[in-house]
């Protein structure tokens, strides 16, 4: 996946073109992991922009980028901006982290995963992040489900952390899979019990991932899996890419629809997550989704009828230039949002209600 060049975000440094960026895009261009949105990502912008945050009402946060020799361009394509959602925390990290995805628990732990197998985290809220110790191929999925436990999937099966991402635990077993990329998405209860999915399987992963069995997914399914989440051991939810969450209560054996009410649209895929569920209990569940499109547009569906309606509202993130977003996470608290751009920019949103 080739990245446009880092950027200034707001006071944050500029990072200076490296042999190192070169090195890292060209590696991860020929691994075949490489994991590109439904639309790639832009050219570096030429346009300047700002990051503002209005408290309760707006959020926009804008990649500033400097252009020595190109012209200012409009930012039309922008979607207006509305939601309580604020930024908790905004950097523009080393490229060499080579990140296909970043998750914050909360404020201050987070985990990122990534090309080869690399894994960084931070206990100090983004002020640094460590390499954890970690052997395996390419990761795009990830859950953080405390400040110990955490998974995360990719190529060659999944692995398991039980101290806040610092060391990795390769996990035996998989389930059958036309997919050349065994898994995209996960999402756990504790350190045993979770699912996990690619584009067009889920299964049940059981005994601290020893055991694994399939789950049959909804028949009207439209599209892809866009995201999972597994709120109990029988309660769980499924995000296509037509638009619809799938509820089951009972494992997988029947599932009833939840449209979140799209129109004209569909929701952004790729070999890392570009949407999150949550949901709180039986009736409070959010969805965080990037739609597909040349436009960057964040959107988050909230419920509190357990999808029998959902408001809608448009997450103020916005990018200087098309479609910049690599992956989203929606942590378990269904509040902390963290987004990775393709300017090395892990931004964590919160959402005030």
Request: glycine share 12%.
């Given at each position: 996946?080739?990245?446009?060049?880092?950027?200034?975000?707001?006071?944050?440094?500029?990072?200076?073109?490296?042999?190192?960026?070169?090195?890292?895009?060209?590696?991860?261009?020929?691994?075949?992991?490489?994991?590109?949105?439904?639309?790639?990502?832009?050219?570096?912008?030429t346009?300047?922009?700002?990051?503002?945050?209005?408290?309760?009402?707006?959020?926009?946060?804008?990649?500033?980028?400097a252009?020595?020799?190109?012209?200012?361009?409009?930012?039309?394509?922008?979607?207006?901006?509305?939601?309580?959602w604020?930024?908790?925390?905004?950097?523009?990290?080393?490229?060499?982290?080579?990140?296909?995805?970043?998750?914050?628990?909360?404020?201050?732990?987070?985990?990122?995963?990534g090309?080869?197998?690399?894994?960084?985290y931070?206990?100090?809220g983004?002020?640094?992040?460590?390499?954890?110790?970690?052997?395996?191929?390419?990761?795009?999925?990830?859950?953080?489900v405390?400040?110990?436990?955490?998974?995360?999937?990719?190529?060659?099966?999944?692995?398991?952390?039980?101290?806040?991402?610092?060391?990795?635990?390769n996990?035996?077993?998989t389930?059958?899979?036309?997919?050349?990329?065994?898994?995209?998405?996960?999402?756990?209860l504790?350190?045993?019990?979770?699912?996990?999915?690619?584009?067009?399987?889920?299964?049940?992963?059981?005994?601290?991932?020893n055991?694994?069995?399939?789950?049959?997914l909804?028949?009207?399914?439209?599209?892809?899996?866009?995201?999972?989440?597994?709120?109990?051991?029988?309660?769980?939810?499924?995000?296509?890419?037509?638009?619809?969450?799938?509820?089951?209560?009972?494992?997988?054996?029947?599932?009833?629809?939840?449209?979140?009410?799209?129109?004209?649209?569909?929701?952004?895929?790729?070999?890392?997550?570009?949407?999150?569920?949550?949901f709180?209990?039986?009736?409070?569940?959010?969805?965080?989704?990037?739609?597909?499109?040349?436009?960057?547009?964040?959107?988050?569906?909230?419920?509190?009828?357990?999808?029998?309606?959902?408001?809608?509202e448009?997450?103020?993130?916005?990018?200087?230039s098309?479609?910049?977003?690599?992956?989203?996470?929606?942590?378990?608290?269904?509040?902390?949002?963290?987004?990775?751009?393709?300017?090395?920019?892990?931004?964590?949103?919160?959402?005030?209600?």
């Amino acid at each position: 996946m080739n990245r446009p060049k880092s950027v200034a975000i707001s006071g944050i440094p500029m990072l200076k073109p490296s042999f190192t960026v070169a090195l890292v895009a060209l590696l991860v261009a020929l691994s075949g992991c490489s994991a590109a949105a439904t639309t790639s990502p832009s050219a570096a912008p030429t346009a300047a922009g700002s990051v503002a945050a209005t408290a309760g009402t707006a959020v926009a946060a804008t990649a500033a980028v400097a252009a020595a020799s190109a012209p200012s361009a409009a930012s039309a394509s922008q979607p207006t901006i509305s939601g309580p959602w604020q930024i908790a925390y905004q950097k523009a990290v080393d490229p060499a982290m080579a990140m296909y995805e970043a998750g914050f628990l909360d404020e201050t732990h987070g985990i990122t995963v990534g090309y080869s197998g690399e894994v960084h985290y931070t206990t100090d809220g983004g002020k640094t992040w460590p390499a954890g110790a970690n052997t395996s191929l390419c990761r795009f999925g990830l859950d953080v489900v405390s400040a110990q436990v955490a998974w995360h999937c990719g190529n060659g099966g999944i692995g398991f952390s039980s101290d806040g991402g610092k060391t990795w635990t390769n996990v035996k077993g998989t389930y059958s899979t036309s997919d050349s990329f065994p898994c995209h998405f996960l999402s756990f209860l504790d350190a045993t019990t979770g699912w996990a999915a690619n584009d067009s399987d889920l299964a049940r992963i059981d005994n601290g991932g020893n055991t694994w069995t399939a789950i049959k997914l909804p028949a009207g399914m439209g599209g892809s899996i866009a995201a999972i989440d597994l709120r109990t051991a029988t309660d769980g939810y499924v995000l296509d890419s037509a638009g619809t969450v799938w509820a089951t209560a009972n494992g997988g054996n029947t599932w009833t629809s939840k449209p979140l009410g799209l129109t004209g649209g569909t929701i952004a895929t790729a070999k890392q997550q570009l949407a999150g569920i949550n949901f709180t209990d039986a009736t409070h569940g959010v969805v965080v989704a990037r739609l597909a499109g040349t436009a960057p547009k964040l959107v988050a569906f909230h419920t509190s009828d357990g999808g029998a309606t959902w408001q809608t509202e448009q997450i103020g993130l916005v990018f200087g230039s098309g479609d910049d977003t690599v992956s989203l996470y929606l942590a378990h608290d269904g509040v902390s949002l963290t987004v990775l751009d393709a300017f090395n920019t892990i931004t964590l949103l919160r959402y005030q209600a």
